[in-house]
């Protein structure tokens, strides 16, 4: 199949990718020419594991396309997916603004039937929206279907290759054959594609995402709840997660969620919410845990400290949202640097992968308050405590001994109950963690 993708984002890119693997001919279509000439040249501007050698490897063999003609690649194409960027307005709504661009663009250069895919995340009513706004610029008839993305940052190829399902929302028989076919490659061993209305898979993305992020907040809650009772949240974890009901996942808990998808898609759905009369209490308690779990290490710190930050240096282990990605957005790693600069502390960090991304991010204090370094262990020197942000293979099993070595003293801060307290305790190391004695 001949597929255009608008958007060289995370998920344009992944999809790109991918749908090119499967053997189609896909262009990847981006308004950034910088962008698309690093593209061509095989650069890419996200890590993922696994993407930079799949995306040359269709270049090369040229199932795979970059370029800035969305005119030629309308043209071209039967089907246009959009995946562009929808952020959060200040009022939590999605932004739209890039997706109605680009159903103008396909309103103005179709040339024929055309199946125009929603593969942004998109509050419920958008595909009516994109439809309308094709319909202003074309007498072609074009189907919208709603084609939601599933993607875990550091694991999206495995995720898009062997999805746990595919979800299609249409109201075209033809658009309905197409997407199978498109999507038959990767669900030979019968994982489901499930077709429903259009609003319905709009809205089950939020909703995914929305329970996941719930789960998290939950657990947070309880670790919580375990220091003030004397309870171990470990322990409390594998029972829960031993049923079936449950289920081991997104049950871990730490410093908060953080990345593209959850906190933005929890305002989504609130404010959709709130536009139809319906408050979401459960989200908004969901958000309001979040933003108060980002804050717990930092009490732990200053308690430690009894609340005099002023002249410490601290490593910080982990800069991302999570492992396997370079994605700072809405880290807890973000609001954790501000607050000890903010009371006069300065910071030694290190991220396999991120530290690129928090150079710009942090330009005002980058080098004065904030050093970043390339070497886990060279972040140490003369350390006053060591800060866990993101749970990287790479911090699991680190020399302990080194560690007492190089800082000045041997205080750990873990915000991902990396470590085993009693191994802490024999190695005298002042071990700080969630929800553990």
Known sequence: MKVAVVGTGYVGLVAGTCFADAGNEVVCVDIDKDKIDKLNSGEIPIYEPGLEEMLRRNVKQERLFFTTDIKAAVENNLIIIIAVGTPPDEDGSADLKHVLAVARDVGKYANGFKVVIDKSTVPVGTADKVKAEIKKHTEQEIAVVSNPEFLKEGAALEDFMKPDRVIIGTDNAEAEEIMRNLYAPFVRTGKPVIVMDIRSAELTKYASNAILATKISFMNEMANLCEKVGANIENVRRGMGSDRRIGPYFIFPGVGYGGSCFPKDVKAIIKTASEYGQDLKILRSVEEVNERQKTILMDKINSYFKNDLQGKTFTMWGLAFKPN?????????????????????????????????????????????????????????????????????????????????????AVIFDGRNLYNPERMKKLEIDYYSIGRP
Do not use: C, S
Not at 341 to 350: C, E, F, M, N, T
Not at 380 to 390: F, K, P, Q, R, S
């Open 325 to 409: 990605t370079d994605d700072m957005r809405e880290a807890p790693a973000i609001g954790m640097i501000r607050a000890l600069v903010g009371q006069g502390a300065k910071i030694q960090a290190h991220d396999p992968e991120a530290n690129k991304e928090a150079q710009w991010r942090f330009t005002d204090i980058l080098d004065k308050e904030l050093k970043l370094f390339n070497k886990r262990y060279d972040a140490l020197e003369n350390a006053d405590a060591l800060i866990i942000m993101t749970e990287w293979n790479a911090f699991r099993e680190p020399d302990f001994y080194l560690i007492k070595e190089t800082m000045k003293n």
